[in-house]
């Protein structure tokens, strides 16, 4: 990241284009001294003192010119209460990029550089205003898509999933003060307590840490909506399943088998919960060359989907390609759709229990459109009607995931070493680094490569 700590930074922070109101954000020690130059009153004069959280009415003026920019109402931050721990000057002015674009062009020639994306956060995090665990909430945020997102990461902002961390993190480091006592001083005939203790401590920590990665599934749901793959042989109609669900026609529908030749995703919102949806490419057993790849891709949509809609079409014959995608599936989270009900029936439903496994499949006509709530139903059930976890803190990004179950690993060794009576330097060594992963999730060690990754992602001027 350019630029230094010191440095004091600024830009829009209201989305580009037209609109009501545009906010000009100044943070760092001379945001005060810069809003002085460029601010008037209502009678023209320079406001000379700010008082910390209060909304000023006046105007902004270019000091060479005179040149009345816009009206303004003005509000200071005094460190360290604001957003960023720093003083923070921010300037409400009419929407318009031309009135708020020569705002920030004044803030910039009066002592301020433009702040890169996410670098008000980062700041935040770097003043000790909130962990990096918060930060990363303040993106997931402003991304929330569904009432579930938005209540996931308002949680995660204030604290919640910081709280736990912490308290897991403190209970281990009782642990290991103990641990460390018994290598430090050996001799002193400290009272220690008993290894038995520890190992129960460090089990229900453990299980604890296994909780809540368990809900990283669920999470990330939340955060970026769930996966569905429509899978099926040719000509069963996915296509114009795909194109029900949008309520669009998105996809292109023939009677031609094999129109589909590659993996088509849109999204689109079921209940309260967005879903990707892929209409896949036809499986069949002896495909066209130009088909292979589609079918590759098809592969792939299926082992990366949440959940796999099964397409059968009851007016087709099972064939040696229902089988293949039987196999296909078989131990994917799926839902058995049967199709094309209008029409009349080849094959029963017990001729395809002798092919997969399945509970009570769903029927439906895409063309009359007949039985699509109960699918949608079925497919908003099983993507958020799992959530039977009792915690009310999910893990939504692989970042915090991967770190817990590392922690899990560390734990699952120092409770070896426990029971098999090792060296407290082997206890030690295992249960530090449980306590590293913990830590990195709130970003207590953490490189600069990681945060300039993790604020990057961000919007400027936020």
Not at 103 to 131: Q, S, V
Not at 224 to 240: D, F, I, Q, T, Y
Request: net charge negative.
């Amino acid at each position: 990241m350019s630029g230094t700590v010191n440095d004091t930074i600024t830009a829009i922070a209201t989305p580009t284009g037209e609109g009501g109101v545009s906010i000009i954000r100044i943070s760092g020690t001379d945001a005060p001294t810069i809003a002085r130059k460029l601010f008037r009153t209502p009678a023209g004069k320079p406001a000379n003192e700010f008082t910390s959280h209060k909304i000023y009415y006046g105007s902004i003026h270019d000091p060479a010119t005179g040149e009345c920019i816009d009206e303004v109402v003005l509000t200071w931050f005094q460190v360290p209460k604001s957003y960023t721990g720093e003083d923070v000057i921010e300037i409400c002015a009419h929407g318009g990029m031309f009135v708020s674009s020569r705002i920030l062009g004044l803030a910039l020639d009066h002592g301020a550089r433009p702040a890169e994306p996410g670098e008000f956060t980062r700041r935040a995090f770097m003043n000790g205003r909130i962990d990096l665990s918060q930060a990363e909430a303040v993106a997931d945020l402003i991304a929330a898509a569904s009432d579930k997102a938005l209540q996931s990461a308002l949680t995660q902002l204030k604290g919640h999933l910081s709280k736990k961390v912490n308290a897991l993190y403190d209970r281990l480091l009782s642990v290991l003060s103990q641990i460390e006592a018994a290598i430090d001083f050996p001799e002193e005939g400290l009272d220690l307590q008993k290894r038995e203790t520890s190992i129960n401590e460090v089990q229900q920590v453990r299980d604890e840490i296994d909780v809540l990665s368990n809900t990283y599934r669920q999470g990330k749901i939340f955060r970026e909506g769930a996966s569905v793959a429509l899978v099926g042989k040719p000509n069963v109609g996915k296509s114009s399943l795909l194109n029900a669900l949008l309520q669009e026609d998105r996809a292109i529908v023939t009677p031609h088998p094999g129109t589909t030749r590659d993996t088509l995703e849109e999204r689109v919102r079921i209940r309260d919960t967005h879903i990707n949806i892929i209409d896949s490419a036809g499986l069949r057993k002896h495909p066209e060359i130009i088909e292979e790849e589609g079918i590759r891709r098809t592969r792939s949509a299926i082992e990366r989907a949440d959940l796999v809609l099964v397409i059968f079409d009851r007016s087709q014959s099972l064939d040696e390609n229902d089988d293949l995608m039987c196999k296909e599936v078989s131990d994917r989270p799926r839902l058995v759709i049967i199709n094309k009900c209008d029409l009349p029936e080849i094959w029963s439903i017990d001729d395809l229990k002798l092919k997969m496994n399945m509970d009570n499949p769903i029927f439906i006509s895409v063309k009359e459109q007949n039985g699509l709530n109960t699918l949608i139903d079925a497919i908003h059930n099983h993507i958020v009607g799992e959530e039977k976890s009792c915690e009310t803190i999910f893990i939504t990004r692989e970042r915090h995931r991967a770190h817990l179950v590392d922690a899990s690993t560390a734990l699952g060794a120092t409770l070896e070493s426990l029971e098999q009576k090792l060296s407290e330097e082997f206890v030690a060594t295992d249960l530090d680094i449980a306590m590293n992963h913990l830590a990195a999730i709130l970003g207590k060690f953490v490189e600069d490569d990681l945060l300039d990754q993790i604020f990057n992602s961000f919007c400027i001027g936020k």
